[in-house]
């Protein structure tokens, strides 16, 4: 359908830059650990989505987060299209080297290096005078700055911030070499007119902020974060961070696709657009969704399942007569929509392998094999695979590999006159296999039961969904599975999902299960190395 902006364009389109958070900010949530591997993933999708910057994670927060950030940083050479890669810092000298250590590799870099200023964080948590919050900014941009000409500084907590020390603080900043301004409304707090003020006096009064780039970074505790992003926007910052499908801690951050698509809809109004291919963002958002088992609601704005759909009667008979009568924008513009694979039972390797590479998926070989594997024992029973279908098939696939249990074999007798009982083998990549029994209250919790009982592994659910991928009856389903070990008191307990994907809705839930466990046991693995790791040590040393 038609683009109101494109109707009357404004006379001229300020760029605005999207900076997203999702590794970093997205990934803090809790539950929301990925591997290494899911990170990479997620980075070439972000890349393929035309995002300015990734923030690639928090290098000095562990090994696993250090390395991440060096093996995307390293593997953006060969993308299409590099972004620029960023690594958080606080603003000390082990942070601020040991992302610039982790960074070095990326085509560009940028380091995010950030001191809170207000009052309440300067007394309670820092323990630290305004004088010394001015030095150490002072020095510590200056530190980034001889790593690289890339330097982003956030006073955090500015918007509880004394603007007269907000504006100093900016100002030291900007002389020591920090090149983007990043405002966070850390807690979520401010409300669209003042944070829009906040911004619109930083880039006016801050001597030299006009010279660098001002930008948003809001929370959405009192889900205001796409509004003050935009009221940001319109004040005068030319950068926007935010994470796909809104990921965050708490409430979250602001939500790239409702951003990007405020901006690309109302462009006349704002007279600002970004660069991001909006056909992309179903795929990404789908894709962060099964990763990091955090499930978009249907009424999301933007990539909910129901967001074009049209129940009311009165709204389909309007659509129906000219889609413009209800609708601001297509299914298609966000890629929520159309692109069936051609594939069927009779397709070989060669096609799979083409059909995946042009929508970004270049799989190793063993996932390839995975993959593919699966696409024929859908395409087996069913005429059609959709895209969707593909998209979750692959997402299962890092899933099998990964190391731990592999499910050998699921059996499941039910019925209304049944006890459910369920039978599952399952076995470990040095050969030891266990099988065992189990009844349940339903078929699911009969598998589920009878895997706790293989792996001996103490843990709580604390979600279980299904999906399907697509429509029709005979659509492949998605299960995504939610733990959470149960570990003594004053431990930490970890969350971690799974995903699996099958035609039959057990096999899927028994795989999604299995998978939950064995990122639990990665989990808890990598909580124990949380101490300083050797590959960390040295590259700060
Ligand atoms: O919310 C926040 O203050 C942050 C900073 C580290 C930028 O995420
Ligand atoms: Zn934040």
Redesign the pocket.
């Known amino acids: 359908m038609s683009d109101p902006a494109a109707i009357s364009p404004p006379a001229s389109v300020t760029p605005i830059r999207i900076f997203d958070t999702t590794l970093r ?1 997205g990934e803090q949530a809790p539950g929301c650990s990925l591997t290494i591997d899911e990170k990479r993933v997620v980075a070439r999708a972000l890349g393929r989505l035309h995002v300015d910057i990734i923030e690639a994670g928090f290098p000095a927060a562990s090994t696993g987060d250090w390395d991440a950030v060096r093996t995307i940083a390293d593997e953006a050479h060969s993308w299409d299209r590099a972004p620029v890669l960023c690594g ?1 810092a606080r603003c000390n000298a082990r942070d601020i080297d040991a992302a610039a250590s982790a960074l070095r590799g990326a085509p560009r870099w940028r380091i995010h290096t ?1 001191l809170a200023t207000s009052d309440v964080h300067l007394q309670y948590k820092l323990q630290m005078t305004r004088e010394q919050v001015l030095r150490r900014v002072d020095e510590m941009v200056r530190l980034a700055a001889s790593h690289t000409a890339d330097v982003e500084f ?1 006073p ?2 500015a918007s509880r911030s004394d603007p007269a020390f907000l504006h100093e603080v900016l100002h030291v900043a900007i002389a020591a070499g920090a090149t983007t301004l ?1 405002i ?1 409304d ?1 807690v979520g707090y401010a409300v669209p007119e003042e944070y829009g003020a906040m911004i619109g006096r930083i880039v006016r009064e801050v001597v030299g902020a006009r010279d660098v780039v001002v930008s948003t ?1 809001c ?1 959405d505790d009192l889900g205001l974060a796409v509004a003050n992003s935009l009221a940001g926007v319109r004040a005068g910052a030319r950068q926007v961070e935010c994470t796909i499908n809104g990921l965050g801690e708490r409430a979250g951050n602001a939500s790239l696709e409702e951003v990007v698509m405020a901006l690309r809809t109302r462009r006349a109004a704002y007279g600002a657009d970004t660069g991001i291919v909006t056909e992309e963002i179903g795929r990404v958002s789908r894709l962060v969704a099964r990763t990091t088992g955090v499930r978009v609601p249907p009424n999301k704005a933007i990539v909910g399942a129901n967001a074009f759909a049209h129940e009311a009667g009165i709204h389909q008979d309007g659509i129906l007569k000219h889609r413009a009568t209800y609708e601001i924008m297509s299914a298609e513009t966000v890629g929520l929509e159309g692109a069936r694979l051609v594939l069927g039972k009779h397709s070989g390797r060669h096609a799979l392998r083409v059909h995946l590479a042009e929508r970004g998926h270049v799989l190793e070989e063993n996932d390839f094999e995975q993959v593919f594997e699966r696409f024929k024992a859908v395409a087996d029973r069913k005429k059609v695979v959709d895209d969707r279908e593909l998209e979750a098939i692959v997402a299962a696939a890092g899933e099998y590999s990964a190391t731990g249990w592999h499910l050998e074999l699921v059996q499941v007798s039910t019925g209304t006159h049944a006890i459910p009982t369920a039978t599952v083998r399952l076995a470990r990549g040095d050969g030891h296999q266990v099988t065992a029994a189990a009844h349940g209250d339903g078929p699911v919790d009969a598998v589920c039961r009878a895997i706790d009982d293989c792996v001996q592994l103490p843990t709580a659910l604390v979600e279980f969904t299904v999906d399907a991928a697509a429509e029709g009856i005979n659509a492949v389903g998605g299960v995504t599975v939610r733990l959470r070990d149960i570990v003594p008191d004053g431990e930490a307990a970890q969350v971690a999902s799974g995903f699996g994907v099958h035609t039959d809705i057990i096999t899927a839930a028994a795989e999604a299960y299995v998978a939950a466990v064995n990122a639990l046991m990665r989990a808890r693995a990598r909580a124990s190395r949380r101490v300083e790791s050797p590959a960390l040590a040295e590259a700060t040393a």
């Open positions: 900010d958080l950030f956030s955090e907590d990043n966070p850390t970074h929370h």
